[in-house]
């Protein structure tokens, strides 16, 4: 977030009951929005100016030296964790209410490393096909002049959510 006035991520998980009542598009832009939790695992890349369109989002970020491998560069799962949020929240995006996924397997290729000084960051994740059971979707890492630093390419299974009561 670049606003120091902009109101502070709340960590959390919405229920699946909330979950299940929203269509997959307005659920994602509640977590974008802060009026639904943002996912725990996305205090590891402090995600800020994020968009959700159906079958489209868009995730800013800042590589830090907290990022860092052992090698002095950033670890690959700073990368992981942006293509995979940006792919599986562009497939619940076209999702229906009622129904929601989980990642089957995905492939990343790294094209060039991140430091601290790389700057903002772009994630984009496109799904490729929405079916009723799989979708597929892709995602891009691009540096702040459009340079590629990592793609990635995923398969998601398509489930109804368990309901209470």
Do not use: W
């Amino acid at each position: 977030m670049t606003d120091s006035a902009a109101p502070k991520p709340e960590y959390g998980v919405s229920s699946l009951d909330v979950m299940a009542s929203m269509s997959g598009l307005d659920f994602v832009r509640g977590i974008f929005a802060r009026t639904l939790p943002e996912p725990p695992i996305m205090e590891n890349v402090a995600p800020f100016d994020c968009t959700a369109e159906t079958g489209h989002v868009v995730i800013h970020s800042v590589p830090g030296l907290r990022h860092y491998n052992p090698i002095g560069s950033v670890h690959g799962g700073y990368a992981a964790i942006l293509l995979d949020s940006a792919m599986g929240l562009a497939v619940q995006t076209t999702l229906p209410k009622g129904f929601g996924y989980t990642t089957l397997e995905f492939k990343i290729s790294f094209v060039r490393g991140m430091s601290q000084d790389t700057g903002t960051i772009r994630t984009e994740g496109q799904v490729l096909n929405a079916g009723r059971r799989v979708a597929t979707a892709e995602a891009r890492i691009t540096g702040d002049r459009g340079t590629l630093i990592a793609h990635a390419t995923a398969t998601c299974l398509v489930f109804e959510l368990p309901r209470n009561g």
